[in-house]
């Protein structure tokens, strides 16, 4: 079984949208999934990149960038609020994620609802107590463990272990020593882990249909290409498999030009929801997120 190393730090938006769907994502596949929180501040510090890279973009990009943000959020059903004065300082929040222990996965869920649905101030310490109060973990005890050194050290070395690796930005993943970067890259990682020839894939494929067998609970899913050659020639009706079911991860709310999403449409739910997976394998439900999408 291989495993998906998510890279992540609460204050990235694309981050947050990325971990709304990569649970899903790896229970579809029957992979791992093993969280790996980091201090993007410090990755970007090391490679000489902007701490705040909106500040450097032409103002026309930036714009883009919003409009961006949007769109992902949208097409996934997701709320996504931009807090007024992002980006904030991550590093206790950072710290807090890794204080929380085994509950860790929990704490990375609130947080991200905290800060990119409620645009809470998670650079104070009151704010965090309280995030994690309400998560159901102990705010008080998490707060100020993350002020020890072995916790501030945890933290430095993670983050400079993945600059190691090579990764320079969040969301990032890794599958199989194979870096992948942003949550509009999770259909590589999808393939990835089920060893597809990523540069044998046709324009034409739909590697969201997964077979489905209704003969065996057991029956591990695999991502369907939908019989397309390299040649990029018609799907082979005997190749089809006798039922489908898309992939959770990679619902969308309307028709799209892109070779991972179908062709037609996933039916939207009122209230989607995000799947938390802890290292040992265990799913667990995260919060409810509205289709509202905002910025204020």
Not at 159 to 166: E, K, N, V
Request: hydrophobic share 35%; glycine share 6%; aromatic share 8%.
């Amino acid at each position: 079984m291989k495993t998906i190393d998510f890279y992540y730090d609460i204050v990235c938006p694309y981050a947050y949208l990325a971990s709304t769907r990569i649970a899903a994502l790896a229970k579809d596949t029957g992979a791992n999934l093993s969280y790996q929180p980091i201090l993007l501040g410090g990755v970007l510090k090391s490679i000489g990149s902007p701490i705040i890279p909106m500040d450097t973009m032409p103002v026309s990009k930036a714009r883009h960038n919003m409009q961006d943000m949007n769109r992902w959020a949208d097409l996934w059903g997701v709320e996504l609020t931009l807090p007024l004065e992002h980006p904030r300082r991550s590093v206790h929040v950072m710290r807090c994620v890794l204080a929380a222990g085994d509950a860790f996965v929990e704490a990375s869920t609130a947080f991200f609802a905290a800060y990119w649905i409620e645009g809470l101030d998670i650079t104070q310490p009151s704010v965090c107590i309280d995030v994690l109060e309400r998560a159901g973990l102990d705010g008080n005890s998490i707060s100020e463990k993350a002020t020890t050194d072995p916790i501030k050290d945890d933290l430095k070395a993670r983050t400079q272990r993945a600059i190691d690796l090579g990764i320079f930005g969040v969301p990032s993943y890794i599958v199989d020593g194979e870096l992948f970067w942003g949550q509009d890259r999770l259909h590589f990682v999808a393939e990835a882990i089920n060893s597809q020839d990523l540069s044998a894939s046709p324009l034409g494929r739909e590697p969201c249909l997964i077979p489905h067998s209704t003969s065996s609970s057991t029956t591990r899913v695999h991502l369907h290409t939908s019989g397309l050659s390299k040649s990029k020639t018609q799907p082979n009706a005997a190749a089809q498999p006798s039922s489908t079911i898309p992939c959770s991860w990679a619902r969308c709310s309307r028709k799209l030009v892109r070779p991972w999403f179908r062709s037609t449409p996933f039916p939207r739910p009122s209230e989607p929801t995000t799947a938390m997976t802890s290292n040992d394998g265990q799913h667990t439900e995260g919060p409810t997120f509205s289709s509202r999408v905002s910025f204020p």
